[in-house]
């Protein structure tokens, strides 16, 4: 925004999005914007703003960003805990798919739960090799709970791909357009680009709505 760096935010799930550009990247942003009373399950990356949100129905930190960070273990310092760790959390993946499947026992599902959990732990708390080995592994133990929370229901996703691809329309317009030059412009944008992809969600009419809304008409279901 006018030539200085500022952060786009997005939160979102099946029914909305919401965008907001702020200049600061810290957990002021959240409270700012998101609110500290969220009921909902929060999936995100491991961003220390996102980790201190609340969140009461708790948080799953996103696969694809952990298994990004194992397979650089794997390339770097060839650890073995990275290609274990790598193959478990894609097993379990696999397996939170099978448990929730309609008709499969509810008490093998918690066995398999605990399994997977029993695994986790070990996999967080035995002795390895390697620098950066060592640093990924002390952070999976620190956030161990947002591991597998997916696994704990069969609709919280493992990664956060949705809110990546909403950050790409912010991004399509920087290509284009080049920077902002006010805050104002900034902030008008980041208010229809979170109606147009709320509205897209939802199957309403994108530029029905947007007319509705200056007319001071549109009511959101």
Not at 25 to 52: H, I, M, P
Not at 80 to 98: G, I, P, T
Not at 182 to 191: I, L, M, N, V, Y
Request: charged share 25%; with cysteine; glycine share 6%.
């Amino acid at each position: 925004m006018n030539k200085q760096k500022w952060w786009q935010w997005v939160w979102q799930n099946t029914e909305g999005t919401y965008y907001a550009v702020d200049k600061r990247r810290g957990y002021q942003v959240v409270k700012n914007y998101f609110g500290e009373n969220y009921s909902g399950t929060l999936v995100s990356d491991c961003w220390s703003a996102q980790n201190n949100t609340l969140a009461t129905a708790g948080h799953q930190l996103c696969h694809a960003h952990l298994l990004r960070d194992l397979i650089f273990c794997i390339d770097t310092e060839k650890s073995k805990w990275a290609y274990e760790m790598k193959v478990f959390l894609q097993s379990s993946e696999k397996a939170r798919d099978h448990i929730w499947k309609d008709g499969f026992d509810p008490a093998v599902c918690a066995s398999v739960l605990r399994q997977y959990n029993n695994r986790l732990t070990h996999l967080i708390t035995h002795a390895i090799q390697g620098t950066e080995s060592c640093k990924l592994q002390k952070r999976f133990k620190k956030h161990q709970e947002k591991i597998l929370h997916f696994m704990t229901q069969s609709d919280i996703p493992f990664h956060n791909n949705a809110s990546e691809q909403a950050v790409r329309q912010a991004k399509v317009k920087k290509k284009v357009s080049g920077c902002f030059r006010s805050e104002a412009g900034a902030k008008r944008h980041a208010t229809l680009l979170s109606i147009i992809e709320t509205c897209k969600k939802r199957n309403m009419d994108v530029f029905g709505s947007l007319k509705l809304l200056f007319q001071g008409e549109l009511v959101w279901g």
